[in-house]
C-alpha cells in the first residue's frame, strides 16, 4: 500500500515510492548513467521531505552491476545514513554477487535482504532482540 | 590461438547511451555464443568497465567485437580503442584503487579478473587500446596473489 509518490517519474526517472516511513525503489534493466545520478538526487531529497527512516532499492530486475552503479549504491546508502535513514538492497541475482566479488567491489558498507519482505523486517527491528539465536519475546 | 570469423560489430562509445548499447550487444553476443550466465554477467561489467574508461579517460572511442572458434570452444574478443591522453603507468593504472577520475578505482584491474585474456597498449598521447578475450567452457583462470 503505496501512499503516493515521493518523487516525479517520468522518462529517465526511477519512481520513489513511499510505504509508511520507508521509501522503496525499485530499478529494472539497464540503467542510463544520468538516471542513476538523477536516482541519488531525488532520494536524498525524497528522505529529508517525508522523514524516512528507510530505503529499500529492489534490484532484483538488474543484470549487472558494474563499478559505476556500485558506487551510486554506497553513496546513496552513504547519504541516507547522514540523513538518518538505513538502506537496504535487496533482491542482488547471485551472478551479479558472484561478478561484484570478483570485482573487488564487496561494498562493505551496504545492507542487504533477499527479498522486500525481509527487508522491511530488517527496517523495523534493528533490535538485538530480533536476530536469530536470540531469546524468543513473550507474545500476548 | 583460435580463428577470427572477422569483426563482426564496430560500436561506437560516445555518450553514456552508447554504454547501454555496448552492454546490450555483449550480452546478445555472449549469449548467443553459448557462455553460461555468471560468465555472460562478468562480460558485460568487464565490457561496462572498458567501455566507461574509453568514454571517461579517452574522450570515446569504439568497441570492435569478433567471435573466435578453438576447438569446441568459442570465445568473445572485445577490444576497446581511443585516442585519448594515453597511460603512462599501465601498472599503476591496473592496480586496485588507482584512479585518475571519479571512479572507484576498479576499472582496469578489475575488468582484467572478470576474463580470461586482456592485452592493453597504450602510451602518452598514443591513445589506448585494450583487448579482452573470454571463451565458453573454460574454468575462470586461476586468481592472483593478494
Known sequence: MNEGFAGHPSAGRVPVLRLGRVLLVTIQGDLHDSTAQQLQEDLSQSVVDSGATGVVIDISGVEIVDSFLGRVLAEIAAQSSLLAARTVVVGMRPAVAITLVELGLTLPGLDTALSTEAALELLDAPVPSARPGAPRQERP | ?146
Not at chain 2, 586496485?96 to 571512479?103: A, L, Q
Request: aromatic share 6%; hydrophobic share 40%; net charge negative.
Open chain 2, 1 to 146: 590461438m583460435g580463428t577470427a570469423a572477422g569483426v563482426e560489430a564496430r560500436l561506437p562509445i560516445g555518450s553514456d547511451l552508447d554504454l547501454m548499447w555496448v552492454r546490450q550487444h555483449v550480452r546478445q553476443a555472449a549469449a548467443t555464443l553459448g557462455f553460461g550466465l555468471v560468465d555472460q554477467t562478468k562480460l558485460v561489467t568487464a565490457a561496462s568497465e572498458l567501455a566507461r574508461n574509453t568514454l571517461v579517460y579517452g574522450g570515446g572511442g569504439t568497441m570492435e567485437s569478433e567471435h573466435l572458434v578453438d576447438g569446441s570452444s568459442h570465445g568473445l574478443r572485445l577490444t576497446f580503442s581511443d585516442e585519448g591522453p594515453g597511460i603512462a603507468d599501465i601498472e599503476q593504472a591496473l592496480s586496485d584503487g588507482f584512479t585518475s577520475g571519479e571512479g572507484l578505482g576498479m576499472g582496469l584491474g578489475g575488468a582484467r579478473r572478470l576474463v580470461h585474456e586482456f592485452a592493453i597498449e597504450s602510451a602518452p598521447g598514443a591513445g589506448t587500446t585494450v583487448r579482452v578475450t573470454s571463451w565458453t567452457g573454460r574454468p575462470p583462470k586461476p586468481r592472483e596473489e593478494f
